[in-house]
């Protein structure tokens, strides 16, 4: 529900961008934070989301992504250097290995760019 809504949103924003001059130069950014006791699954349900969103095989009930509204989605560097990066590639690793693993407790705040070509409607 919540990330239909976000998508629904980015579809929306890029929609409206579109109505102006501007629209090649300001892609719309969302920030979205995931917080949660420790052991809460933050870092496998971030993992789990970024790789269905890039491979949305799996996403039926985004209906931006059953329209095909969400062209293409990829990873890009970060807007913050401060911040360390979220692992992905690490944790998704563990968690798809052929002896899968959950990741490791993560300690500190970490950030990740996903960004996401979107056809306006
Ligand atoms: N069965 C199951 N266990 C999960 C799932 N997500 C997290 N866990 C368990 O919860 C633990 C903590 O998850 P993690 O994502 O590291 O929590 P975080 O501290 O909030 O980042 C994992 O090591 C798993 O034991 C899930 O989708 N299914
Ligand atoms: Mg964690």
């Known amino acids: 529900m919540l990330i239909a809504s976000i998508a629904d949103q980015i579809v929306r924003g890029v929609d409206a961008v579109t109505d102006t001059l501007s629209a090649p130069f300001s892609d719309p950014v969302i920030r979205l934070g995931v917080t949660g ?3 809460a699954g933050k870092t496998v349900f971030i993992t789990s989301l970024v790789a269905n969103l890039m491979d949305r095989g799996r996403m ?12 293409t989605a990829y990873l890009q560097p970060q807007p913050d250097d401060t911040l ?38």
């Open 84 to 121: 360390p990066r979220f692992n992905y590639e690490t944790y998704l690793g563990q968690l798809t290995a052929p002896e899968p693993a959950w990741p490791e407790g993560t300690r500190q705040i970490s950030e990740l760019r996903l960004s996401l070509k979107v056809q306006p409607r």
């Open 60 to 71: 039926p009930q985004l209906v931006a992504a059953r329209d095909g509204a969400i062209r």
């Open 37 to 39: 006791l420790s052991r």
